[in-house]
């Protein structure tokens, strides 16, 4: 019979050196992979954002590979993948808003239960779920202090420009309905404020026909917002 080949001491350390070195190198090669898709995903929105403001909204439909990849890495590295969430750009908000709360919305989704398709679905209607607002007027967009009834107005007629944009891709499926009803969904009141003599906020009684899509979409959405500089 054939003897097992020994191995001494310091061939083992080295070994364990070269596996710890290659799962070091892989790590760090999913992260670089992650920044990749990140810019992949800033620039495809960017295209897609100027293509609604000239009136030609382009498909959507390469922004699946992207969200595909977004899912596989959440699940490898979870902390790295939030950590991208800062990344932001106050002269290009719109842009990096929807790509983190993408992110963000997939983390949620995924410590929910979702599948990886449904995970796909969230991160879909997330990544383009404020799109509409690409067609208000930039000084609208970056004004301060507060609106105008008539500026309110054209702010909630935003996600209608959304959903519009989906309607005029393709044929009208079980997944186009899912965006549409999120989209619209996820910008509504999520309860009702139960106050005291005095007009004081004492609850909220949330409402129970929302979709959970949605839920989730207006939870990254408002985080978000509220911690990013505008």
Do not use: W
């Not at 000239?54 to 590295?77: C, E, N, W, Y």
């Not at 005029?168 to 999120?182: D, G, P, Q, S």
């Not at 899509?213 to 505008?230: E, F, G, V």
């Amino acid at each position: 019979t054939a003897r097992k080949p020994r191995i001494t001491k310091k061939e083992k350390e080295k070994l364990e050196k070269e596996d710890l070195s290659t799962a070091d190198e892989q790590k760090v090669d999913r992260k670089k992979y992650a920044m990749t898709v990140y810019a992949r995903a800033v620039f495809f929105l960017t295209k897609y954002m100027q293509s609604i403001r000239d009136g030609k909204p382009m498909s959507t439909a390469k922004a699946l590979r992207i969200i595909q990849d977004f899912v596989d890495i959440s699940r490898d590295q979870r902390t790295h993948f939030l950590g991208m969430t800062t990344l932001k750009q106050e002269s290009d908000y719109l842009v990096y808003h929807q790509v983190n709360v993408c992110l963000m919305a997939i983390v949620f989704g995924a410590e929910l239960g979702l599948t990886k398709p449904q995970l796909r679905d969230l991160g879909y209607i997330a990544l383009f779920h404020d799109a509409g607002m690409a067609t208000l007027p930039e000084d609208l967009a970056a004004k301060r202090g507060a609106l105008t009834p008539e500026e309110r107005a054209l702010i909630a007629r935003a996600p209608l420009v959304t959903v519009r944009n989906i309607l005029m891709e393709k044929a009208i499926t079980r997944a186009t309905l899912m965006r549409v009803v999120t989209t619209i969904e996820h910008k509504v009141d999520f309860g009702t404020a139960v106050r005291d003599a005095k007009g004081n906020i004492q609850m909220i009684i949330p409402k129970t026909n929302l979709g959970v899509y949605a839920k989730i979409l207006a939870i990254c959405d408002t985080y978000d917002a509220l911690t990013s500089k505008r």
